[in-house]
């Protein structure tokens, strides 16, 4: 079945380092990709999305770029802050109908002032 | 997009008690919604599909006769957790689709059992 494999945390970097969380999919045909994130005690929040290949998702500084040749789709940020201390999730969404959410298993982020 | 407001955002109950938790869809009609569980520091697994007017979709492994879900009307789904345990402890989470490239999910229930 379909699935999402994420790096295991946590990832512990200073602030303004370079962050690149890994993430690969298997799916069959072709799943819309996300990037959601959790704040401690939260819900989650979409961060970026994309929805066909070779399609860059962005936002809040962050990138991922759907590649199907790969399956990947990575997640990037140029420099970090204290502020995106939090759990990142990769998933995707089959794009059969009805929007069921496959996530990974989460990369806990800790940036350090 | 949708807002989907879950209540209460927070329980804690005795064991052996029932507490059901609501997932609303503010602005849109939803057939369906997705009831997620999160155990601390792991990841979000779907329980079940909940479609509106008739009986929901349970993940293998899910008890159906614990975790009672109803979704009576396009706006509200609603998870019952029977007699609770403490293992039930966890963060649900309900997310709604409809015709858009992505899920709305709600902020979550964090069930505590004692």
Redesign the interface.
Known sequence: GDSVTQMEGPVTLSEEAFLTINCTYTATGYPSLFWYVQYPGEGLQLLLKATKADDKGSNKGFEATYRKETTSFHLEKGSVQVSDSAVYFCALSPNTGGFKTIFGAGTRLFVKA | GAVVSQHPSRVICKSGTSVKIECRSLDFQAT?M?W?RQFP??????MA?SNEGSKATYEQGVEKDKFLINHASLTLSTLTVTSAHPEDSSFY?C?V??D????F????T?LTVV
């Not at chain 2, 520091?41 to 779907?46: N, R």
């Not at chain 2, 858009?100 to 899920?103: N, V």
């Open positions: 369906t997705f997620y520091k792991q990841s979000l697994m779907l599909t989470i997310s689709s409809g858009w490239t992505e899920a999910f709600g902020q979550g964090r």
